[in-house]
């Protein structure tokens, strides 16, 4: 996260969401089978496999990624403001025997500095407490992409028009098409060029 804080003005936020992980040795990767199969299986494929060597790599535990990410920025520069509970409705199916299926992720609210954009009365009525239901929207080839409904409450609350939203992960483009439609300046980036085009073809699309 050094290049964002870079690049950050003082009294930007940073709004980053993080999908959890189970620990897998066995080189498989059958988390996601026919319709559901996501591409990356195809790179997580190709991972060696490694022995459990630690009690926090075990088969098929749950490694509470986000939170350990969350306390490592706060141990640098950042400041947590809030932890959002998304929770969807409609999660991909699980096809796990041995556990119940997870249909929530969390979203985290950073900042650099004591001073901030944050919209109180907008978000009063858009995002008035820390847990968020909201669908998952799938769009083309990404079968977990951000609902714009998602995107829109913190677009709105945390900027304002002709403000600069920088999307790092842009994947499908979802908070480039957002940010285009609520007058926001935009920059995304990803290492796929096949998501970048996706994208800019997203964004040249008349609202």
Known sequence: MNGIYRVLKQSGPLILNIGDKYYCNSGRHRCNIKKYRRETNKHLARIPQLKEVDNYR?????????????????????????????????????????????????????????????????????LPTDVILCNVESFKKHQSSFSEKLIELFIRCFSKPNHIILDPFSGSGTVLYVAKKYNRKFIGIDLSKESCQLSRERVTVSL
């Open 58 to 126: 075990q088969w098929k535990q749950l490694l509470l990624l986000p939170h350990r990410i969350a306390i490592k920025m706060q141990e640098g520069k950042w400041i947590l403001k809030n932890e959002y509970l998304w929770i969807k409705p409609n999660g991909n199916p699980n096809y796990a025997q041995d556990r119940s299926s997870p249909s929530t992720e969390r979203i985290y609210f950073f900042v650099k500095s004591k001073k901030y954009y944050f919209d109180t009365d907008l978000a009063r009525k858009l």
